[in-house]
């Protein structure tokens, strides 16, 4: 197996995309796999340490998620901002759950991941 440098590991791309078929909206979607330090930023925001205990905070997830992963396939930049989540809350349920779902596979987020967050 070929020993990676620095400059080796640093300068690949190692973030892959997939396309999703939307039948709810008419069309496909791209989405991306998480940097490590977007998915550490999306684990946080699900943590409230409010009074000294911790708790999950699940409202909106599918949007947060959503935000966080699709792109504009020709930029490769992220098509939503963090103003848009609430209306992306408003879309189909049935639709962010499949871009849920296949954005989860693709940044490897397991409900193992979930479950460790709320015991840490």
Do not use: Y
Request: overall charge negative.
């Amino acid at each position: 197996m070929k020993k990676l440098t620095r400059e080796m590991i640093l300068n690949c791309d190692d973030l892959k995309t997939q396309e999703i078929e939307i039948p709810e909206w008419g069309g496909t979607v791209t989405i991306k796999m998480m940097t490590g330090r977007e998915r550490d930023a999306f684990e946080a925001s699900m943590v409230d340490s409010k009074g000294g205990t911790r708790a999950m905070k699940f409202d909106n997830i599918r949007a947060k998620l959503v935000a966080k992963t699709v792109i504009d396939p020709a930029t490769k930049d992220l098509m939503f901002t963090v103003a848009d989540v609430e209306a992306l809350g408003n879309k189909s349920a049935a639709a962010l759950d499949r871009i849920f779902s296949a954005s989860q596979k693709l940044s490897k987020i397991t409900e193992e991941d979930v479950e460790e967050l709320v015991k840490n």
